[in-house]
């Protein structure tokens, strides 16, 4: 633990020292439980509100992948973060009129939700002369509220990015409606499991099922035990979101 901090500071980095562990013991129990590794899991967190410092900290702890919801905190905390030893990607909604500020940036997008942002971060990728690997957002509840494409949709659009040639698809993701029981939730990510194997087994150019992200703090093992290999979770590795 780094020197000469404040005694608030001291005990916020152990509490994310002890969640840390915790988190980690449990996604492994969870990926166990449905007959993977835990290092089939790729645990990301969801640094929203959270401050380099204790971001950096939890990477030092063994943290390799986060993530943030908003273009304009992510630049401003961009020079902070200990990027050499993490990934970083974006996972909140994303406006086309943003992409230009984080392709380069950001390894993957995860919240790729129609065939116009598609060509936005395209045609970004192909300015700066990289390929950037994107996920498609699923809105698994079909919820008025929520970004992410209809289930029955997704094939459609999936072919279309396809053909995008400086954009790569390397899974889905999804955030499930709220639900009271988890028995209800867990019906939401098998039904994205299905539809992740369904997209494996066809034979889409430039379209591969790497990553099926799901599960956040409060249902991370659930969403593991029905089949997904990254999960975000924000509040449990880092305590209650702090707005200023």
Request: proline fraction near 2%.
């Given at each position: 633990?780094?020197?000469?901090?404040?005694?608030?500071?001291?005990?916020?980095?152990?509490?994310?020292?002890?969640?840390?562990?915790?988190?980690?013991?449990?996604?492994?129990?969870?990926?166990?439980?449905?007959?993977?590794?835990?290092?089939?899991?790729?645990?990301?967190?969801?640094?929203?509100?959270?401050?380099?410092?204790?971001?950096?900290?939890?990477?030092?702890?063994?943290?390799?992948?986060?993530?943030?919801?908003?273009?304009?905190?992510?630049?401003?905390?961009?020079?902070?973060?200990?990027?050499?030893?993490?990934?970083?990607?974006?996972?909140?909604?994303?406006?086309?009129?943003?992409?230009?500020q984080i392709v380069g940036k950001v390894s993957m997008i995860q919240s790729v939700d129609s065939l116009r942002l598609a060509q936005e971060?395209?045609?970004?990728?192909?300015?700066?002369?990289?390929?950037?690997?994107?996920?498609?957002?699923?809105?698994?509840?079909?919820?008025?509220?929520?970004?992410?494409?209809?289930?029955e949709a997704l094939e459609e659009l999936l072919k279309q990015m396809s053909e995008l040639h400086h954009i790569k698809v390397r899974g889905?993701?999804?955030?499930?409606?709220?639900?009271?029981?988890?028995?209800?939730?867990?019906?939401?990510?098998?039904?994205?499991?299905?539809?992740?194997?369904?997209?494996?087994?066809?034979?889409?150019?430039?379209?591969?099922?790497?990553?099926?992200?799901?599960?956040?703090?409060?249902?991370?093992?659930?969403?593991?035990?029905?089949?997904?290999?990254?999960?975000?979770?924000?509040?449990?590795?880092f305590g209650a979101r702090i707005y200023r």
């Amino acid at each position: 633990m780094p020197e000469k901090l404040s005694e608030e500071m001291s005990e916020r980095l152990e509490a994310v020292r002890l969640n840390y562990e915790e988190i980690t013991q449990a996604i492994a129990g969870a990926a166990v439980q449905s007959g993977r590794k835990p290092e089939d899991i790729t645990f990301l967190a969801a640094t929203k509100t959270v401050e380099p410092a204790v971001i950096n900290y939890a990477v030092s702890l063994g943290l390799r992948c986060i993530g943030e919801n908003k273009v304009q905190e992510l630049l401003s905390k961009y020079d902070e973060y200990d990027l050499a030893h993490c990934d970083l990607q974006f996972i909140g909604h994303l406006q086309t009129n943003k992409v230009r500020q984080i392709v380069g940036k950001v390894s993957m997008i995860q919240s790729v939700d129609s065939l116009r942002l598609a060509q936005e971060i395209d045609r970004q990728s192909a300015k700066n002369g990289i390929i950037t690997d994107v996920l498609a957002e699923v809105n698994i509840g079909r919820e008025e509220n929520k970004s992410g494409v209809f289930a029955e949709a997704l094939e459609e659009l999936l072919k279309q990015m396809s053909e995008l040639h400086h954009i790569k698809v390397r899974g889905l993701m999804t955030i499930p409606p709220v639900c009271d029981r988890k028995a209800d939730v867990c019906k939401f990510f098998d039904r994205m499991h299905e539809l992740f194997i369904d997209i494996s087994a066809k034979t889409l150019d430039n379209v591969n099922m790497d990553f099926l992200s799901m599960g956040m703090s409060d249902d991370f093992t659930e969403a593991i035990q029905s089949g997904a290999n990254m999960v975000r979770i924000g509040s449990k590795l880092f305590g209650a979101r702090i707005y200023r």
